[in-house]
């Protein structure tokens, strides 16, 4: 009976810590830029460390960084991001910007892998009462039909809606190609190849 108990709740430990992860809308032009660079009057603020949970995860499994930037351009003309202004490491080798559909398909949750949760649709809770010490009555109730497939449809819609923000955040801050006019500041999110934080500077040509 011990041993039942015990597998019960280790079952619910893991149940409950490999639950669909929620995601928290990410605002480029209100966060608090600590690191910058600066070029030719151009002036780039930049923040790693945007996600979390499940999202992070995928972060670091991935060796793919989501960073927020802001740029404002102080320079006598107008310039266009990805063309006239690009993003270079602090050792000046090139940085790949990743296309905004390949960020998403590699860092966001997948539904279907909460389909595991109907495994435990067999699961019973077994309740025997006694009396003197003599077992008298033994009976079961299929909790696993409820549990299973609720798990299942619940993680898989959160981890769904959770997608969705995701991917309209990767939209509303796409700012590849965008026009930065003399004098304007853009906010936006990128998402790059990088197994580590590096320093990130901003480049303008000539």
């Given at each position: 009976?011990?041993?039942?108990?015990?597998?019960?709740?280790?079952?619910?430990?893991?149940?409950?810590?490999?639950?669909?992860?929620?995601?928290?809308?990410?605002?480029?032009?209100?966060?608090?830029?600590?690191?910058?660079?600066?070029?030719?009057?151009?002036?780039?603020?930049?923040?790693?460390?945007?996600?979390?949970?499940?999202?992070?995860?995928?972060?670091?499994?991935?060796?793919?960084?989501?960073?927020?930037?802001?740029?404002?351009?102080?320079?006598?003309?107008?310039?266009?991001?990805?063309?006239?202004?690009?993003?270079?490491?602090?050792d000046g080798s090139g940085?790949?910007?990743?296309?905004?559909?390949?960020?998403?398909?590699?860092?966001?949750?997948?539904?279907?892998?909460?389909?595991?949760?109907?495994?435990?649709?067999?699961?019973?809770?077994?309740?025997?009462?006694?009396?003197?010490?003599?077992?008298?009555?033994?009976?079961?109730?299929?909790?696993?039909?409820?549990?299973?497939?609720?798990?299942?449809?619940?993680?898989?819609?959160?981890?769904?809606?959770?997608?969705?923000?995701?991917?309209?955040?990767?939209?509303?801050?796409?700012?590849?190609?965008?026009?930065?006019?003399?004098?304007?500041?853009?906010?936006?999110?990128?998402?790059?190849?990088?197994?580590?934080?590096?320093?990130?500077?901003?480049?303008?040509?000539e």
């Amino acid at each position: 009976m011990k041993l039942l108990k015990s597998i019960f709740l280790l079952t619910i430990v893991v149940v409950f810590s490999n639950c669909a992860s929620g995601y928290k809308t990410i605002n480029p032009k209100s966060l608090n830029y600590r690191s910058n660079s600066l070029d030719k009057g151009v002036l780039l603020e930049y923040k790693y460390e945007l996600l979390d949970k499940k999202y992070r995860k995928k972060e670091i499994a991935k060796g793919v960084k989501l960073v927020a930037i802001k740029i404002t351009n102080n320079s006598d003309k107008d310039l266009v991001f990805g063309k006239d202004v690009k993003l270079v490491y602090d050792d000046g080798s090139g940085l790949y910007i990743m296309e905004n559909e390949r960020v998403f398909s590699s860092l966001k949750q997948s539904p279907t892998s909460y389909l595991w949760y109907l495994l435990l649709s067999p699961l019973q809770l077994i309740k025997t009462e006694s009396t003197g010490g003599f077992q008298t009555k033994t009976s079961s109730t299929p909790i696993g039909l409820v549990v299973g497939p609720g798990l299942a449809g619940g993680n898989m819609i959160a981890a769904g809606s959770a997608n969705k923000k995701f991917k309209q955040d990767l939209l509303n801050y796409n700012i590849s190609g965008k026009t930065i006019k003399k004098g304007e500041t853009i906010s936006g999110l990128i998402g790059i190849r990088s197994d580590d934080y590096n320093s990130i500077k901003i480049k303008v040509n000539e």
